[in-house]
């Protein structure tokens, strides 16, 4: 369970100097090791935060070692949406895992006790997540919390058959996380979401694939889904 990491940053504007950059290259490399995070330090320089992000992830490697995974945070100004979804679509295009985290402020990461994982089937997004969250449940924080697997149906008749699925495939996962299906019955769907994710540390849920107006599933996505607790916005390269 262990891999490269890269912090990066970008810069922008007309003031940026190799000076400036080697100077933030030491504060963070100095920060990380206050923290004991173990990564690379990588900054550049480009005209706007999401070209760089894609910059960085096209040139970023070492022959066949390029990274798998980018981890952003959220952008929440709508004014910057159609930017950072241009970004995430390069991203995807390009087969490359991307994580967008939501920070709450107020909840953090909460006890470090409990990850929620939002299953929307077994291809993409789901086993991805589901990876994530055993791999995240095994490092020295987040060690001996619970990973529940949570799925949406809508009908009893259908939880029965959905339960015994996703039993299953969690078992054979060996990741040791527990399953829950939950039944919408007459209550909206993101309703339903808010209630059962409130008493989580972390959330992970999926994102769908981006297409013609992904700048507007991207808002209504940030907007239905507040209030989470921190929620990580996962959207699988395959």
């Given at each position: 369970n262990r891999g490269l990491v890269t912090v990066s940053s970008v810069l922008t504007g007309p003031s940026v100097t190799p000076k400036?950059?080697?100077?933030?290259?030491?504060?963070?490399?100095?920060?990380?090791?206050?923290?004991?995070?173990?990564?690379?330090?990588?900054?550049?320089?480009?005209?706007?935060?999401?070209?760089g992000g894609?910059?960085?992830?096209?040139?970023?490697?070492?022959?066949?070692?390029?990274?798998?995974?980018?981890?952003v945070g959220a952008s929440e100004r709508a004014e910057a949406h159609a930017g950072f979804c241009r970004m995430l679509a390069e991203f995807h295009g390009a087969q490359r895992n991307a994580l967008v985290i939501r920070y709450n402020p107020q909840r953090g990461f909460g006890a470090h006790r409990h990850i929620v994982v939002w299953?929307?089937?077994r291809k993409g997004n789901?086993?991805?997540?589901?990876?994530?969250?055993?791999?995240?449940?095994?490092?020295?924080?987040?060690?001996?919390?619970?990973?529940?697997?949570?799925?949406?149906?809508?009908?009893?008749?259908a939880a029965v058959g959905a339960r015994a699925n996703l039993e299953s495939i969690l078992h054979a996962s060996r990741t040791g996380a527990l399953a829950e299906v939950l039944v919408t019955g007459d209550r909206p769907f993101w309703e339903l979401i808010r209630e059962s994710s409130s008493t989580a540390d972390l959330v992970f849920l999926g994102m769908a694939e981006p297409g013609a107006d992904f700048e507007g599933y991207y808002?209504?996505?940030?907007?239905?889904?507040?209030?989470?607790?921190?929620?990580?916005?996962?959207?699988?390269?395959?």
């Open positions: 400036r950059m080697d100077s933030m290259s030491a504060s963070l490399y100095e920060y990380l090791d206050k923290q004991g995070v173990q990564a690379l330090v990588r900054i550049i320089q480009a005209d706007d935060p999401f070209s894609v910059q960085l992830m096209t040139t970023y490697g070492l022959g066949t070692l390029v990274p798998n995974t980018v981890v299953w929307g089937g789901g086993a991805l997540m589901v990876i994530l969250s055993w791999l995240l449940s095994t490092s020295l924080e987040w060690r001996g919390s619970t990973v529940t697997v949570k799925m949406a149906v809508p009908t009893e008749a808002a209504a996505l940030q907007e239905r889904t507040l209030g989470l607790p921190t929620t990580v916005f996962t959207l699988a390269a395959e």
